[in-house]
């Protein structure tokens, strides 16, 4: 049982939440219980995940990485469960080393279950506002075969599109259409999702703008997804003749989601670039009767 005070803090991007465990020497056991408490609006902190903040050279999956990134997201969802990426909790997470003095303004490589991601953090203002964040996302895979999404009994053609975690990106006519999403919509085949689904609904803003809600895998909806909004964007592009592999030219969009506003642009090479907000709104201890009831 653990008793130590714990420090978190708690962060969002386009209001995607996160609590933050910093653990640099990678000593704390997460088992899924214990962060699904953790994130829990009601017994918990609170968020839509979890970004534990450990040394690559600290960490089994990362150490590989830590010649790269000095800095290991061991992200999870708000259930408890592991997943390869977050692109708004990067930018949290940079946000979080910038706070704490461990890193600058300016260029930083973090290391992520997908790989390592190159970030950029911009200049704060005069008055003080931090700068937004600018996240190299990787490539886009888009896995062949037809998939589908069905919500409220109607079945829509989706695109499969991995941003390191898995997505199925539908077009609607209106976001309302996407329903409640309360559960997670239908996705088929399975097959084509082995380890789960992202299920972004997008819509059409105007010239290469548009507007999202997403069902997070282990989540549920949140305000905002950055990796979905990757896909939404890599999506859009197929759909508008603006593919940069073939028309040798940079693609832009602006996606709107529930909490706020992300630009994306994919590069010629595939590369994905995401930028946008991060903020920390608190920071505090754990209560040490409830973590030694909640840790192992
Ligand atoms: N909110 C994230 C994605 C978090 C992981 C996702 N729920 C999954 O299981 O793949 C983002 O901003 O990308």
Same mark, same amino acid.
């Given at each position: 049982m653990s008793t130590a005070p714990l420090a978190f803090l708690k962060g969002h991007g386009t209001e995607n939440d996160f609590v933050i465990l910093p653990d640099p020497e990678n000593r704390l056991d997460l088992p899924p219980a214990a962060v699904a408490r953790l994130c829990d609006r009601r017994a918990g902190i609170g968020g839509d995940g979890l970004l534990h903040v450990v040394r690559s050279a600290a960490h089994p999956e990362a150490a590989g990485m830590a010649g790269e990134a $000095?800095?290991?997201?061991d992200y999870r969802n708000g259930d408890g469960s592991v997943a390869e990426m977050c692109g708004n909790g990067v930018r949290v997470f940079a946000r979080y080393l910038q706070r704490a003095g461990l890193a600058t303004e300016g260029d930083l490589a973090l290391a992520t279950r997908a790989g390592v991601r190159r970030v950029h953090i911009a200049k704060t203002a005069d008055d003080g506002t931090p700068g937004d964040i600018t996240v190299g996302m990787g490539r886009a895979r888009l896995p062949a075969g037809e998939v589908s999404v069905t919500v409220d009994g109607r079945r829509r053609p989706a695109r499969n599109v991995n941003m390191g975690n898995p997505h199925a990106v539908a077009f609607v $006519?209106? /976001? +309302?259409? +996407?329903?409640? /999403? /309360?559960d997670p919509p239908q996705v088929t085949p399975a097959a084509a999702y082995p380890e789960g689904a992202n299920v972004e609904f997008a819509a059409d803003r105007g010239p290469r703008h548009v507007a999202m809600r997403v069902h997070e895998r282990g989540s549920g909806e949140t305000r905002s997804c950055g990796t979905g909004a990757c896909a939404v964007m890599v999506a859009a592009a197929r759909r508008d003749g603006a593919d940069p592999a073939v028309t040798g030219r940079p693609a832009t969009y602006t996606v709107d989601v529930p909490g706020g506003r992300l630009v994306i642009t994919e590069h010629p090479d595939g590369a994905v670039e995401m930028t946008g907000p991060a903020e920390i709104v608190a920071e505090g201890t754990l209560d040490a009767r409830w973590l030694a009831a909640v840790l192992p």
């Open positions: $000095e800095w290991f997201m $006519e209106d /976001l +309302a259409h +996407a329903g409640p /999403l /309360l």
